[in-house]
């Protein structure tokens, strides 16, 4: 009698060691059907598993990458929405100022310089536009906005037209002070962020791209120059007759236009950046897509497999917990 209650003790025991042995490995089975991987990738691998790891570290670094390129997408799709709308009313205007001068018409030149006056103002705060905390058009000194207020550069219109002795020196030194040839020049004076390098983003293994554009560059502040003129005439700051006004206001004209045209061809420039994140990104699809195919296929658990891996186990399941319940009831007196 003994014997038998030992034997069927030990039995017990044994299925319900195979009962939770098969728990977890019918749970691990309903993981690998769910996910479509491997649940123990690591030990079914073997030296496979250090390949997955490469690969994995290899898809993530070009997913960074490729974060970093929307998020420089979007920068340069604003930047172009904002030199869009600094080019935007200056089709004919400085056509129309130089013909307005041409013929002496006092009146138009007025109308026009009201003109310049709007679109300086809208220029400059085109140029200190800020985007989640960071101005555009300040170079790597995102946190200082570029640009003082439109007033002030009407002001200094001023001041270097009447510190002068005469009109062609007062020009002079507009240019000097505008072409940050003065030693106290637009940047530092009228623009306040940084003076090196614009932004570089590194959107690939050793490719990094300059993609930013400062408010101090040489289309900006020939543009603001002319408008800048313009606008001083408007408040009456500078106050000319004759030829005089027509000189200044020719001025005015020439700076509009080489502004305007070279605010185009940053344009293009930009353009230009934006087709290259454009094949760097497809470029980085196309090699995401390979490594995701081989991640799969190291990592992957073929469902057909799964399901009847899953299935299996589930019947063996079954089949222990009614052997475990008919041997928990055993009884000697059952047998007597």
Sequence with gaps: MPDFSISSLSMFLNQRRTLGDLQTRLTRSAVELSTGKKARPVRELGLDFGVLVQLRRQHDQISNYQRRIDLIDSRLDITQVSLTTINNGLDRLPEDIQSSAGRGDVTALLRHAAEGKNILARTISALNINVGGRYLFSGNEVQTQPLVAASTFTAQVG?????????????????????????????????????????IGEIAESERLTYGVKANEQPFRTLMQGLAMMSALAEGTVSLSGQDLQDFSSRAAVKIREGRDGITLKRADLGAVQAETTRTKSAHEATLTALGLRISALEGRDPNEAATQFQSLESQLQASYLITGRLAQLRLTNFI
Aim: glycine share 14%.
């Design 159 to 199: 001041t270097l037209i009447s510190g002068a002795p005469d009109l062609a020196s007062g020009l002079t030194a507009l240019d000097d002070f505008f072409g940050d040839v003065a030693p106290a020049g637009f940047t530092g004076t009228l623009y306040q962020a940084a003076t090196g390098p614009a932004p």
